[in-house]
Structures are given as C-alpha cells and as structure tokens.
C-alpha cells in the first residue's frame, strides 16, 4: 500500500521561507513523477509543483515560478518543495501526490495522496 507523508508546515511571515518534505513507502518511489498541490479554504486543490521520475525536469504554476523550487532525492524516497518569498496567497493546505506515470498539472493524475500539512503566511 502507498503512503505519502508531508511535513514541514508552519506558520511564516510574508517573505519569509518554508521547506515541505514528503515521504513516499510501498511503491518505487523513483519510477514516477511526483507534485505538490494546495488547496485554499473554499478554493479548489490546485497545481503547484512536479517533476520527473529524477527530478531533471519540473513544471511550476505561473504563481510560484521563481519563489517555490521541487526536487526530489529518490534515495530517501523523498520530494521537497522549497518556498521562498512566501505571501499572503500562498496559504494553503498542501498535498504532495504520487503520478500514475505522467509528470502533469492535472490532479486527476494522480493516484495517491498524502494527509496535507497547513501552511499560513502571515502579512
């Protein structure tokens, strides 16, 4: 069975930084894309991050390019997402997820998924 666990959460000020870690068990962790998504009270989950199986190749949301970078370290069968120059939009409840085989925006996707860990940008 897959499980994805995300930590590193917290509370933050605008402009501030935050590192979201995620722990992947029970599959090959580097033979798929993974990404990050978040969803906003009353918003829907939206796409933030993914890379490839190596973490060579990435996609971002207009909304974080250059803030927020993804990587992965498939030894530790672990995806990171770094976020820098956090604002006030960008929190959220975020969710890493596991891809069926594609590296993609679209959530429909993905076929597994962790808990979320809160991350709240105060201004």
């Known amino acids: 069975q897959v499980q994805l666990v995300e930590s590193g959460g917290g509370v933050v000020q605008a402009g501030g930084s935050l590192r979201l870690s995620c722990a992947q068990s029970?599959?090959?962790?580097?033979?798929?894309?993974m990404g990050w998504f978040r969803q906003a009270p009353g918003k829907e989950r939206e796409f933030v991050a993914a890379c490839n199986w190596s973490g060579g190749s990435t996609i971002y949301a207009d909304s974080v390019k250059g803030r927020f970078t993804i990587s992965r370290d498939n030894a530790k069968n672990t995806m990171y997402l770094q976020m820098n120059s956090l604002k006030s939009e960008d929190t959220a409840v975020y969710y890493c997820?596991?891809?069926?085989?594609?590296?993609?925006?679209?959530?429909?996707?993905?076929?597994?998924w962790g808990q979320g860990t809160q991350v709240t940008v105060s201004s």
């Open positions: 029970g599959r090959t962790f580097s033979r798929y894309p």
């Open positions: 997820a596991a891809s069926r085989g594609a590296m993609t925006h679209d959530l429909y996707e993905y076929a597994y």
